[in-house]
């Protein structure tokens, strides 16, 4: 049989660590884990060495564990933000190009510096927050037809969707809001 992946466990908590991972994103060799606690714990993902595919005798292919030195993890814990929430993180995404994480605790989007976790802003509209989804696009100016970039957030809010926009970078200044009939669970781009 073939197989695109092989499962293997690469974080797992100590017995006496009691804590429950609400969200996972990863981004290069980055693994970032909400937990319930409002904590964030980040680890840097290690490349396994040497992983090989076997034949078997019965001509079935079966994948060997990478073999790693004595003492090398799958995983490394790079550092763990204690006090990033109050509440648990819900869903995280990052918005690369403008160099934030965007998270959802305690029914609010907040945004974070990319590299110091540090709260930049909580988006208090987004109060009652359920989901949200970020995309990024490069999109030519009619115009000029100079090429841009544009990352977006939209921000499921009880029956309504509120849209903020990232152009090169620099956050506009006025938001977009879109009044539903039914309350919104979950939301993503479609491409």
Not at 34 to 54: K, M
Not at 84 to 99: D, M
Request: zero cysteines.
């Amino acid at each position: 049989m073939l197989s695109a992946f092989t499962a293997r466990p690469i974080v797992e908590f100590k017995q006496r660590d009691k804590s429950k991972i609400e969200a996972l994103l990863t981004y290069g060799d980055r693994l970032l884990v909400g937990l319930h606690t409002g904590s964030l714990r980040i680890y840097r993902v290690n490349d396994p060495s040497h992983e090989s595919a076997i034949a078997d005798t019965d001509g079935n292919e079966s994948a060997d564990l990478p073999s790693q030195p004595a003492g090398a993890r799958a995983a490394d814990l790079l550092r763990e933000e204690e006090k990033f929430s109050r509440r648990p993180v819900n869903q995280l995404a990052i918005i690369k190009e403008a160099n934030i994480l965007v998270s959802l605790s305690d029914a609010y989007v907040s945004i974070h510096d990319l590299q110091s976790y540090q709260l930049q802003e909580k988006l208090e509209k987004t109060r009652g927050a359920t989901s949200f989804a970020v995309i990024s696009n490069v999109v030519k100016d009619p115009g000029t037809g100079v090429p841009s970039l544009v990352s977006r957030l939209a921000v499921a809010v009880k029956r309504k969707i509120i849209l903020w926009s990232w152009t090169d970078m620099e956050l506009a200044s006025e938001t977009q809001e879109i009044s539903l009939a039914a309350t919104v669970k979950t939301l993503t781009w479609g491409t």
